[in-house]
């Protein structure tokens, strides 16, 4: 029995003294974007899962469109008079089906009506409601991700009122309609607004997968727009207009996930906004920035993870496109124990002007010594020693054992990682048990009237006293490195579970034995 419990607190001694990290969402390298419907299905009926936009009330319209309900497009347009909607987005092979729609008439009840972006025969439409005006592109897209910008304005409140596309930051076309269009409140009031479906001849489901959409309220020009695509997702660039912007991911098949941008619990179902500018959220009337999901059945309901199968690239993340170098500081060589800062020097190929938090894991290879690093990449952060560089260090200990060892810093977001290697040497001969020193880092205590000394340094000896008590320090160094040496090998699990094992074989031996000494009696 005894033999038992002592296996099992072995056993739970070998469990909890497992680490486990939770690092901040920017650190995980794998999201997934929300697929709408599956590419082998036809595009065209209720297949699909889709986000409803949040509403506002329109008491009066200064355009002289219908007052009423609107959804979060036509309420941004009427308020501010301009529009921009920044979608990234997958195309797959034989991609179709509306990517944002506004409609007067909520899913699934069907009638006739013209969605605002959307992809038709691998050419992508931008179109509005006066006389079914649109513009499109030359060729057909290709497979891929994409950026695609839609832009509605008027140029007064009696018009003329235009519309403009953007496809990978180049400028497609625009037009200009002399009478109203549908997101200032053309012949109806528009409650519902849509991404990933809507109506052209049918119910359109689009079967790429969305990524991320940002909505601006007012136009942005084609220097901006390249600004966006050169920069990927997600960012703040030109965070005065930016309303609010919407990160189309999910967490559910990640280890270690973001904070919950969807949620699915009970009969809530809405995607929380990456990005939110409240101020001007209200006054274009919304109070709730979620967007609510619905199912193909027309309810409001859960996107299940099968829908979440969209793998980003790291190289679309703003964190890494942005990115031009980084360099990682350690010292030579430290002592057993002794704790050292790792500086990690970031540097960024555009000014930064909107704050960019940069996550990195730092760690000593071969140990479990782990520390989670931020660096903020923006003009204002106290990280900054420039527009361009930015700085900031943490604080690693030594491992127990000398010997040579690597210091890795990665960037999980980038599936990057840079590594220096460092020499841990035995504690000096001359010094007792490493403290920890007011600047936070572990320094040897120094003997009496000498000087402290580092790694590589050698101390001097000036009598036979010293030339004893560095003797008697000697013998205890060589102890304690010992024993330093079997705790090392005992953290090893692999190690743990063969004392384990050795230990119930030895008990078992004995056990027996005794049970044959107490037949022969």
């Not at 209720?46 to 329109?58: D, H, K, N, R, V």
């Not at 942005?220 to 050169?230: A, G, I, P, R």
């Not at 007011?438 to 402290?452: F, L």
Request: glycine residues 8%; aromatic residues 14%; hydrophobic residues 40%.
């Amino acid at each position: 029995m005894r033999i038992r419990y002592l296996v099992l607190a072995l056993v739970v001694a070998i469990l909890v003294s497992g680490v486990a990290y939770a690092y901040p969402w920017s650190l995980v390298s794998r999201y997934y974007a929300m697929q709408p419907t599956n590419p082998t299905i036809s595009p065209t009926g209720a297949q699909g899962y889709f986000l409803q936009m949040s509403q506002c009330y329109i008491s009066s319209n200064p355009y002289g469109g219908v007052t009423g309900v609107y959804g979060l497009f036509n309420c941004i347009a009427i308020r501010y008079g301009a529009i921009s909607i920044v979608v990234w987005f997958y195309e797959p092979p034989n991609g179709a089906g509306v990517l944002l729609h506004t409609h007067n008439i909520q899913y699934p009840n069907t009638y006739a009506e013209v969605p605002l972006l959307f992809i038709y025969n691998g050419y992508l439409y931008a179109l509005d409601g006066y006389n079914y005006t649109y513009i499109t592109v030359s060729t057909p897209i290709g497979p891929g991700w994409h950026m695609a910008v839609y832009e509605d304005w008027a140029s007064s409140t009696s018009g003329p009122f235009n519309l403009a596309l953007y496809l990978d930051g180049q400028f497609i076309g625009q037009k200009t309609m002399p009478g109203l269009t549908m997101l200032f409140g053309f012949a109806y009031n528009f409650p519902y607004n849509y991404i990933g479906i809507g109506v052209y001849r049918n119910w359109y489901s689009f079967n790429g997968t969305i990524a991320y959409v940002a909505i601006y309220n007012t136009v942005l020009n084609q220097s901006q727009v390249q600004e966006l695509y050169q920069a990927g997702f997600p960012n703040t660039l030109f965070s005065n207009n930016l309303v609010i912007a919407y990160w189309i991911v999910n967490n559910s098949l990640l280890y270690q996930g973001p904070p919950p941008y969807y949620v699915g619990s009970w009969s809530n179902y809405y995607f929380v906004p990456w990005f939110v500018n409240y101020a001007l959220l209200s006054q274009a009337g919304i109070t709730n920035p979620q967007a609510i999901t619905i199912t193909p059945s027309g309810s409001q309901g859960l996107v299940p993870e099968t829908q979440f199968l969209g793998l980003i690239p790291n190289s679309l993340f703003s964190w890494c496109r942005l990115l031009q170098g980084v360099s990682v500081s350690v010292p030579s060589s430290v002592y057993v124990n002794q704790s050292f800062n790792v500086g990690v020097t970031l540097t960024t190929i555009t000014q930064m002007q909107y704050e960019l938090p940069y996550w990195f894991l730092v760690s000593i290879n071969g140990t479990n010594e782990n520390q989670v690093l931020r660096v903020d990449a923006w003009l204002f952060s106290s990280d900054a020693v420039n527009a361009y560089t930015f700085i900031n260090s943490t604080t690693l200990v030594a491992p127990p054992k000398p010997g040579n060892y690597t210091v890795v810093v990665s960037l999980p977001v980038c599936n990057m990682t840079w590594t220096e290697q460092i020499a841990v040497d035995p504690p000096p001969s001359n010094a007792t048990t490493p403290t920890t020193g007011s600047n936070g880092n572990n320094s040897t205590s120094p003997p009496t009237n000498s000087t402290q000394y580092g790694p590589g340094t050698s101390s001097p000896t000036s009598s036979t006293s010293s030339t004893t008590s560095t003797s008697s320090t000697t013998g205890s160094t060589k102890l304690i490195d010992a024993l330093n040496t079997v705790v090392q090998y005992l953290a090893n699990p692999a190690v743990i579970v063969l004392l384990v094992l050795a230990i119930v074989a030895i008990a078992y031996i004995i056990y027996k034995r005794l049970t044959e000494v107490v037949i022969k009696l």
